[in-house]
């Protein structure tokens, strides 16, 4: 089945603790992305992929960073967590060429920093 | 730059009711258009889409016609059951460049009775 599957759904965390949230995508997507959705902000990107070692910022990078080293994996790393960055997380893929512009969602990682 | 706009929620209907959720959108060029739902506790999937003035995207019963006239993308349903609780955000996207990341609107929550 063709799917981006996220790590961990749900994390209660506290600040200052370092983690990462997983992104892999099991359908050869060039195109990667994360991001956050709060309440009457929408969705927020946070960083993407053009394809494996090229990512760039989107539009609220700060306290995060991203790596590309295989095609299927995205994680998100947020070194030093605050509670500024408690929101939903999601994970998306797309194809990088030639394409209809949808995009593919993980199912979310809510989490939250104490 | 571009922005989407979309009408507030919550919206809440008795089943087999009419829905529009309206969306109108600011653009350079001739972005292409999107309807995505999120049904509770999942992410983000494609409802339909149009790329050109006038195309009508459909599928489930929704409906959505690109007016440029208007520079609107209203989403429509004749007869909503309660399957179709969820949050709808209406996007567009730049065709240039190569992020050509979406820019959504700030979702509407639509509630169906029985």
């Known amino acids: 089945e063709a799917q981006v599957t996220q790590n961990p759904r749900y994390l209660i965390t506290v600040t200052g603790k370092k983690l990462t949230v997983t992104c892999s995508q099991n359908?050869?997507?060039?195109?990667m992305s994360w991001y956050r959705q709060d309440p009457g902000l929408g969705l927020r990107q946070i960083y993407y992929s053009m394809n494996v070692e090229v990512t760039d910022k989107g539009d609220v990078p700060e306290g995060y960073k991203v790596s590309r080293k295989e095609k299927r994996n995205f994680p998100l790393i947020l070194e030093s967590p605050s509670p500024n960055q408690t929101s939903l997380y999601f994970c998306?893929?797309?194809?990088?060429?030639?394409?209809?512009?949808?995009?593919?969602f993980g199912e979310g990682s809510r989490l939250t920093v104490l | 730059g571009n922005s989407v706009t979309q009408m507030e929620g919550p919206v809440t209907l008795s089943e087999e009711a009419f829905l529009t959720i309206n969306c109108t959108y600011t653009a350079t060029g001739y972005p292409s258009l999107f309807w995505y739902v999120q049904y509770p506790g999942e992410g983000l999937q494609l409802l339909l889409k149009?790329?050109?003035a006038d195309d009508k995207g459909s599928n489930k019963g929704f409906e959505a016609t690109y007016r440029k006239e208007t520079t609107s993308f209203h989403l429509e349903k004749g007869s909503v059951q309660v399957s179709d609780s969820a949050v709808y955000f209406c996007?567009?996207?730049?065709?240039?460049?190569?992020?050509?990341?979406?820019?959504w609107g700030l979702g509407t929550s639509l509630a169906v009775n029985p």
């Open positions: 149009a790329t050109k």
């Open positions: 359908m050869n997507h060039e195109y």
């Open positions: 996007a567009l996207r730049n065709n240039a460049g190569n992020n050509r990341k979406l820019i």
């Open positions: 998306a893929s797309r194809p990088g060429s030639a394409n209809t512009g949808e995009l593919f």
